[in-house]
């Protein structure tokens, strides 16, 4: 083989390889994680709270005041009882047919606007 023959056989030889060093494709970027929503932060607008003193009532009456007895009433209820109600349902500690299920769904921060919602009501 001459010189000619094998300067273009290496010639060949290193674009083939550059060729499939080309074709390969590039590292995938990192994916930037977005920051998790505050999901409280629109429930804690006096709306917001409102809106989930609502989620009540169907129980525990309009604003809290249950027309019925059976259930109690939540308005004019002292706000640290009130929390610790609804925290002792929320980590099993008092026994309930749905309100240890509906309490896991409360922040603490929702917890404690609702304990200042129905404080604030009239019995």
């Known amino acids: 083989m001459n010189k000619m023959m094998s300067f273009a056989l290496a010639a060949v030889t290193m674009l083939c390889g550059f060729a499939a060093v080309a074709q390969q494709p590039a ?8 920051a998790p929503i505050p999901f409280a932060a629109a429930n804690l607008t006096p709306l917001g709270v409102r809106s989930l003193a609502a989620n009540c009532a169907a129980c525990h009456g309009t604003n809290g005041n249950s027309a019925g ?7 004019g209820m002292n ?9 002792a ?7 309930a047919t749905v309100m ?7 922040s603490d921060a ?4 609702l304990g ?4 604030a009501q009239k019995k």
Request: net charge positive.
């Open 89 to 95: 349902f929320k980590e099993g500690k008092r026994e």
């Open 27 to 34: 590292p995938a970027a990192p994916v930037a994680v977005p």
């Open 79 to 87: 706000k640290e009882y009130f929390l610790n109600q609804l925290k």
């Open 110 to 113: 929702e917890m404690a606007a």
């Open 116 to 119: 200042d919602y129905f404080s």
């Open 100 to 106: 240890h299920q509906i309490a896991k769904g409360y």
């Open 69 to 75: 007895g059976a259930i109690p009433g939540l308005a």
